[in-house]
């Protein structure tokens, strides 16, 4: 078979079974498989497929078919214009998640030397964007999960930000010594509220203890909002469900906080912040 004619099968195979970006998906799985660039596989239309090309293709597109995402098929995700490792245990960064890293960065100065604490930082996404950016910020990247931890520590690693990044497991901001300064508060916690996590295809591959936020989906925030009020002395700022930014806020105030609602670019509540 030609690489067109498995894309075209590859493409109708993946409808057939609900994806919903089957002609996207199809063009990038068939690309990883012949370790080809996307544009490149275009190119490719009429070039027979090898037995040991089509033998790599199968698996990942059968693993797709049930759901799991390109970023744990491919090991890795793109954030804020850096490359993250990402696989089961760890969730997967998603872009609606840099407007939380653009709405810290307004308020860091270039060269400020400030202590930032990156609360369930998962892949250490969030945390790593904002030092990659700013030099002179130093991180507390706290995380609860054991199967996450090493994918965070990996990035550290990776983007060479041992001196800068400390990793620490724990719950929330427990880990963090009630004798160092903390500046800014950064999270992205979960927020899905139960009911839903049943239904939903990222809940079926991704870790539920980064997805699932409780009855309400704000069990996180009860918690985590006193801490994080108590502690930072410039700003508070976390991600949330797009039908979640009054209660949050409500939280926010009672902590003492006035907070600001921020939309993604679907128009959609994603960012509560609060500086001091």
């Known amino acids: 078979m030609t690489v067109l004619e498995v894309l075209r099968r590859t493409e109708d195979f993946l409808r057939q079974r609900g994806v919903v970006s089957a002609q996207l998906d199809s063009q990038l799985l068939l690309a990883h498989a012949l370790e080809m660039e996307r544009l490149q596989v275009f190119m490719n239309f009429d070039r027979p497929m090898t037995d040991e090309e089509l033998a790599r293709t199968r698996p990942l597109v059968k693993r797709r078919s049930e759901g799991e995402s390109i970023a744990y098929l491919f090991g890795n995700k793109e954030f804020w214009s850096l490359d993250f490792a ?10 609606e998640t840099e407007l939380l890293v653009e709405k810290a960065l307004e308020l860091i100065g270039d060269d400020e030397e400030l202590f930032i604490a990156d609360v369930c930082a998962g892949s250490g996404c969030v945390g790593i964007s904002i030092a990659s950016e700013r030099s002179s910020v130093r991180v507390y990247a706290t995380e609860l ?4 931890i090493p994918w965070l520590n990996k990035n550290v690693a990776a983007h060479q930000m041992q001196t800068r990044v400390a990793v620490l497991g724990g719950d929330l901001m427990e880990p963090i010594p009630a004798n160092r300064e903390v500046d800014i508060v950064v999270s992205n916690p979960p927020y899905i509220e139960q009911a839903e996590m049943k239904g939903l295809e990222v809940a079926r591959h ?13 069990d996180i925030y009860r918690r985590l909002v006193p801490q994080a009020a108590s502690r930072a002395r410039r700003a508070v700022l976390m991600e949330i469900g797009h039908d979640q930014g009054e209660a949050v806020s409500a939280l926010f105030r ?23």
Do not use: K, M, T
């Open 86 to 95: 990402v696989g089961p245990g760890v969730l997967v960064p998603r872009p």
């Open 254 to 276: 009672e902590a003492g906080l006035e907070p600001v609602v921020h939309q993604d670019l679907a128009g959609r509540d994603r960012v509560v912040a609060a500086a001091r």
């Open 206 to 218: 991704e870790p539920h203890l980064a997805l699932d936020g409780g009855p309400s989906g704000l």
């Open 145 to 148: 999960s054991h199967e996450a």
